[in-house]
């Protein structure tokens, strides 16, 4: 098969899309004149449509890495916290001191289950804790967001006494239910990637398929 320089010209623009998605030359030319007809006899044409019927796929752009969040626990307690707030891993209230910890009155959930009409005497944006099932809290892109979702607001469910607290990381790409608090923690917590079924305990008793999670990670 030959082709004339103003043939090798025209189809240019049609064989520059084959080296910007990897395509070497030898595999260029083996894709461009392997299993060639007896006859070729319009040797630009038959080029042209093979040009274009076997341009490579694009090649999709590398997933950027995805740096793992680490979350630790205190050696005494089994408390969860960032490596900031466990120097010498060994939590702030094991080490005598006070952790700071949001008034759950004040603290406004992404999401929360109560009983029908349970806030309808209520006023504002605010209300009582006593009553609430579960909240549920999705991690932000701040950089606050590991202190506050991850360790305040825990402690300060678990204080007010909400059964179950319901924690979307989409750092992780993981949920974690929190649940039975007692003296300001919450005493168990499961932590389940997306894609997996999740039991969220009494008061709430269901089962949370979060499969559809999937969807909005990376």
Known sequence: MTLSAADCAALAPLAEPWFERGVTDDEFVRAMTGQLPPEVLHAAGFARRRLRDKLPPEVEAAAPERRPHMLLECVVCRTPGPSEALPGGICRTCRGETPPRPDPCRAIPDGI???????????????????????????????????????????GYAAAGIPVHLLV??????????????????????????????????????????EQLKKYAG
Do not use: N
């Open 113 to 155: 289950l109560a009983p029908v009409d349970h806030f309808a005497d209520e006023w504002g944006e605010r209300g009582a804790p006593e009553g609430v099932l579960m909240v549920v809290e999705v991690t932000s892109h701040d950089a606050g967001t590991d202190r506050r979702d991850r360790v305040e607001k825990p402690a």
């Open 169 to 210: 990381d989409r750092d992780d790409e993981s949920v974690t239910v929190h649940y039975e608090p007692e003296d300001g923690r919450y005493q168990h917590l499961v932590t389940k990637p997306y894609g997996t079924t999740v039991e969220l305990p009494e008061p709430v008793g269901i089962t949370l398929d979060t």
